[in-house]
């Protein structure tokens, strides 16, 4: 079992930057890719980015150019640095924990509560 506790969600203003971060912590060398979701209200869950242990990512076409996940040596912790945010990158952002890389959020089993992200006109 993963636990994974995020942070640094909040309100900005359009152009304005955030940086979510999760900690893992638990059974964590069950997992290789670690990454970020997001689900507005009446809306799917979406990848945003995730990244594995040696570095490989995968980012939604939104985010690029604008977003960049990183992940600590000791792959514990994951970083959003989210930059010209936009009000519809509002959402409910979870970071999840998985086995391998992937876009589709079922190959993740191990999941945060969230952190809400919203982002003023």
């Known amino acids: 079992q993963v636990q994974l506790v995020e942070s640094g969600g909040g309100l900005v203003q359009a152009g304005g930057s955030l940086r979510l971060s999760c900690a893992a912590s638990?059974?964590?060398?069950?997992?290789?890719?670690m990454g970020w979701y997001r689900q507005a209200p009446g809306k799917m869950r979406e990848l945003v980015a995730t990244?594995?242990?040696?570095?490989?990512?995968m980012y939604a076409d939104s985010a690029k150019g604008r977003f960049t996940i990183s992940r600590d040596s000791a792959n514990i912790t994951v970083h959003l640095q989210m930059n010209s945010l936009k009000p519809e990158d509002r959402a409910v952002y979870y970071c999840?924990?998985?086995?391998?890389?992937?876009?589709?959020?079922?190959?993740?089993?191990?999941w945060g509560q969230g952190t809400q992200v919203t982002v003023s006109s």
């Open positions: 999840a924990a998985g086995r391998r890389l992937a876009r589709d959020y079922r190959v993740y089993n191990s």
């Open positions: 638990g059974r964590i060398f069950n997992f290789n890719a």
């Open positions: 990244i594995t242990s040696r570095g490989s990512t």
